[in-house]
């Protein structure tokens, strides 16, 4: 199996909580990315995704200026095609019956409850960055 950096992969956190960027980032150099871009609202990802290729965004749900729900919409209404096909895993506390609904109706992929587990996040990436290295092959 591939290293994570044995294919250049580059993931937008977008999280506006510093606590949990950090607790992310830790998590995510420790697992071997080290390529990663921080937004701390749906619009700065909104903008992130049209200014750089992501191999995948982890998107907080519950963020000022815009929610990762609106973001996610906005990102799948794009005209490229790679915004389809972009893994967008959801950052959620909101663990409640129909929560992961919402995020696949909003256009999300996948989602993650914090407080995010390294072995979860671990999986996650793998299933999404193994698809996205598919799609791209």
Known sequence: MDTPEAVPVRILLTEDHLV???VALAMLK???YT???FAVNGKEALQAV???RYSMVLMDCQMPVMDGYE???QIRQLDDACYQELP?????AHTMNGDDQKCYEAGMNDY?????RLEELQQKLEKWL???HKLAA
């Open 50 to 52: 049209q200014q750089q």
């Open 20 to 22: 949990n960027q950090k």
């Open 130 to 132: 193994r698809v996205q």
């Open 71 to 73: 973001a996610t919409r």
């Open 30 to 32: 420790k697992l071997g």
């Open 112 to 116: 993650l409850s914090k407080p995010v």
């Open 35 to 37: 390529h990663i871009d």
């Open 88 to 92: 967008i895993v959801a950052l959620t």
